[in-house]
């Protein structure tokens, strides 16, 4: 099948090592036949870079519009800023093109509805690339949990703090804005995390939190800019099953940075990407793990992105990261902003149903305005 990525920036690297490693297996998804980025410079830059680790050239564009008419593709990977998301999905779809989307599936929760509702109207596809879910490791674990690894998830934690020293975010000033971010690292960042939560532990019920924007001003040196997104986070919440969970985001730390995730259990620790420590001390290495629950999983979280894609195209397959997992995600993050603008513990499912949408209407109201 023949693919396109529309976005040649920073995430856009890693698809194509995914793309490369699949090569090197000798599974068969897609050829990226053509690449587009508004900056050309970018995108020639790209196409070079994909000849070099695929062996073929794609076709080079500046408009994503005149590449889906003259392509006949038949997927395309969106890496795009979060507030476009909607706009160029819709036009794959309408151009009978399917989508593979980036996290968070869209800037805020209504835009992720109207893309699933999309995806149904044209009758295509439409997956998100979530690595957090994705490749062996991350499958493995989720896998364990769910065969009873580690007993009843009691508790979740996760603590994430980047030092950026007033710069931006992976050299990104939009990450800090909400009207072209949805917020700042809490949904940038925070969707990898509450997708996590969310496949190893079920649905999160409620959820309370105060979010702050201690850093006024950030700047690389040539633009300045007064951010609009939070760049600290303190969250608190119940899954469904009774779980408990402690949720941390800060792109403010100074000094040292921190991060770590554990999920505790009734028999036992999970620590992501690391080991399972069980209740009498026996330690499982991650290596270990994928051998007992995800042997089938290609390793590479960008690499298994597309084997699902593929997968859902021809096969009909649901994938693991698909749209409605991801609004599911992209709620809890809109139900702690919801909580930190409002001051009460929101429901998820009312944020899912856009029954509340205090903290979203200030993200359209900012989207509409214009860019900058
Ligand atoms: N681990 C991950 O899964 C991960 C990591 C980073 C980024 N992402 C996601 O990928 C997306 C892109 O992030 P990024 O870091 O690569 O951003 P980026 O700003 O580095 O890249 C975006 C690119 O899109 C181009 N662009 C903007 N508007 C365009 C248009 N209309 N047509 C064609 N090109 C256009 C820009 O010139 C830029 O090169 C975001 O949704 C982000 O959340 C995911």
Redesign the pocket.
């Known amino acids: 099948m023949k693919l396109g990525f ?7 690297v ?1 698809h194509l090592e995914g793309l490369a490693h699949l090569k090197k297996l000798n599974k068969q998804t897609f050829e990226l036949t053509a690449v ?4 050309l410079e ?1 995108a020639e830059a790209f196409a070079s870079e994909v000849e070099k680790q695929l062996g073929k050239r794609p076709e080079v564009f ?3 519009r005149v590449m889906l008419d003259q392509q006949g593709l038949d997927a395309v990977s969106i ?4 507030d ?2 909607h706009l ?1 999905a819709e036009d794959c779809f309408a151009a009978g093109v399917h989508v593979q989307m ?3 599936l869209a800037i805020s929760p209504s835009f992720g509805r109207k893309m699933s509702a999309d995806a149904k109207k044209y009758g295509k596809i439409l997956t998100l ?3 957090s879910v994705l490749g062996a490791s991350n499958v493995a674990m989720v896998r364990a949990v769910k065969e009873g690894l580690i007993g009843s998830v009691y508790m979740m934690i996760d603590y994430a703090a980047v030092t950026l020293e007033r710069k931006f975010f ?3 000033a ?1 990450r800090h804005m909400k009207g072209r971010a949805g917020a700042g690292w809490i949904n ?1 960042h925070g969707v ?1 995390r509450t997708h996590f939560f969310t496949e190893v532990n079920g649905p999160i019920k409620e959820v309370f939190a105060y979010t702050d924007i201690f850093e006024k001003q950030l700047s690389d040196g040539i633009n300045t800019i007064t951010p609009t997104g939070e760049d600290t986070s303190v969250t608190v919440f119940r899954f469904e099953n009774g779980g408990l969970g402690h949720w941390m985001c800060s792109t403010a730390a100074h000094g040292e940075k921190m991060g770590g995730v554990w999920i505790y259990g009734s028999n036992g620790c999970l620590r992501p990407g690391q080991h399972a420590v069980m209740g009498d001390g026996q330690v499982i290495p991650m290596s270990e793990l994928i051998e007992r629950y995800a042997q089938n999983v290609v390793d590479d979280p960008f690499a298994h992105s597309y084997v699902e894609l593929a997968e859902a195209i021809t096969e009909q397959r649901r994938p693991i990261s698909s749209a409605e997992r991801g609004l599911e995600a992209l709620s809890v993050v809109f139900a702690a902003l919801e909580s930190a603008t409002t001051g009460q513990p929101v429901r998820v499912e009312e944020i899912i149903h856009g029954e509340k949408h205090v903290y979203e209407d200030t993200v359209l109201e900012e989207m509409n305005a214009g860019r900058p």
């Open positions: 529309i976005g040649c920036g920073v995430i856009s890693a587009c980025d508004l900056r970018r500046t408009d994503y890496l795009l800023d979060h476009l998301h160029v980036q996290k968070p690339s979530e690595p992976a050299g990104t939009w940038d990898h």
